[in-house]
């Protein structure tokens, strides 16, 4: 009897691990267009009207496809598109530390996913700690057709792992940020 209980179960994850869990949604032009700018590793100075410099890795979109089967979070694939980035040292702005050590917090300035259980495309767009995503995503205001103003009064969070925080950011479809301004009401611009 224990040995049909284990062939039975072995069967079953068996068949669970050969299931295809559903299609996942291709992502639409607008949920793209954000990460046009990010098809190559890019380094990229900003100067503040005080002189002060960052230098900012943008790494290239990163695409994971993965399959769920868990029993307590389901059974669904799931398409992840991600950008990474950085500051060098001696950076004005830097992740803050993680619990005190020397490591700094790592973030993605864009993620978005599209999964087979899901109709919802999640969305977040995170610059030096000022986070969208949900609700908040309505209130990203756009200028013109490429150009969308980001303002931390309007964000899901405001500041979030940094050590020195910004007031808002300027994106470009094209280009990726093209400006920001800090806590103290500095200006910052792309080189």
Not at 15 to 35: E, H, M
Request: hydrophobic share 30%.
């Amino acid at each position: 009897m224990k040995t049909l209980k284990i062939c039975i179960g072995l069967l079953a994850l068996t068949l669970l691990n050969a299931c295809d869990f559903g299609q996942v949604k291709t992502f639409t032009s607008d949920d793209i267009k954000w990460f046009k700018p990010y098809g190559k590793t890019e380094t990229i100075i900003f100067e503040s009207v005080n002189g002060e410099t960052d230098t900012i890795i943008f790494h290239k979109t990163d695409t994971t496809k993965y399959s769920i089967k868990d029993i307590e979070q389901g059974f669904y694939n799931k398409t992840t598109l991600s950008v990474a980035y950085e500051f060098t040292k001696g950076s004005y702005h830097q992740f803050a530390k993680t619990n005190g050590e020397n490591k700094r917090y790592e973030q993605n300035i864009l993620s978005i996913s599209n999964s087979s259980s899901s109709e919802f495309t999640e969305k977040e767009i995170t610059f030096i700690g000022i986070f969208f995503n949900g609700k908040e995503m309505e209130n990203i205001k756009q200028l013109d057709s490429s150009t969308y103003f980001f303002d931390s009064n309007k964000a899901t969070y405001p500041e979030i792992n940094v050590e020195k925080g910004i007031r808002n950011f300027t994106f470009d479809t094209e280009k990726g940020i093209i400006k920001y301004t800090d806590n103290r009401n500095i200006n910052w611009i792309r080189k």
